[in-house]
Nanobody
Framework: QVQLVESGGGSVQAGGSLRLSCAAS????????MGWFRQAPGKEREFVSG????????YYADSVKGRFTISRDNAKNTMYLQMNNLKAEDTSLYFC???????????????????WGQGTQVTVSS
């Protein structure tokens, strides 16, 4: 089991910044590919960003590329999402997930993730 807890959400004006954190406990954090997803009311959960086990490879949705930066600190069992130049359309509930070990599915697919946090709300006002 892996327990994930997100933090750092809040309300900001358009153009502002937030830094989300995802703290992990349980099994070895460094063994898991990690991802950030978001879900707005009435919409499906969508991929935002992902990071490989070592942190050497990162992936972004086109909508956030150039504005968001994902990182991880395996020594602290924590993943981060630095969000800059936030837009109203970034308003959503943000989740972190740990991808299934031996997963052969795409990293952008939410069904490939075995563990999820409870989510942290990000609200951007224009």
């Amino acid at each position: 089991q892996v327990q994930l807890v997100e933090s750092g959400g809040g309300s900001v004006q358009a153009g502002g910044s937030l830094r989300l954190s995802c703290a992990a406990s349980g099994r070895t954090f460094s063994s898991y590919f990690m991802g950030w997803f978001r879900q707005a009311p009435g919409k499906e959960r969508e991929f935002v960003s992902g990071i490989s086990t070592s942190g050497s490879n990162t992936y972004y949705a086109d909508s956030v590329k150039g504005r968001f930066t994902i990182s991880r600190d395996n020594a602290k069992n924590t993943m981060y999402l630095q969000m800059n130049n936030l837009k109203a359309e970034d308003t959503s509930l943000y989740f972190c997930g740990a991808r299934r070990l031996m997963s052969k599915g795409g990293y952008a697919r939410s069904d490939q993730y075995a563990y999820w946090g409870q989510g942290t709300q990000v609200t951007v006002s224009s």
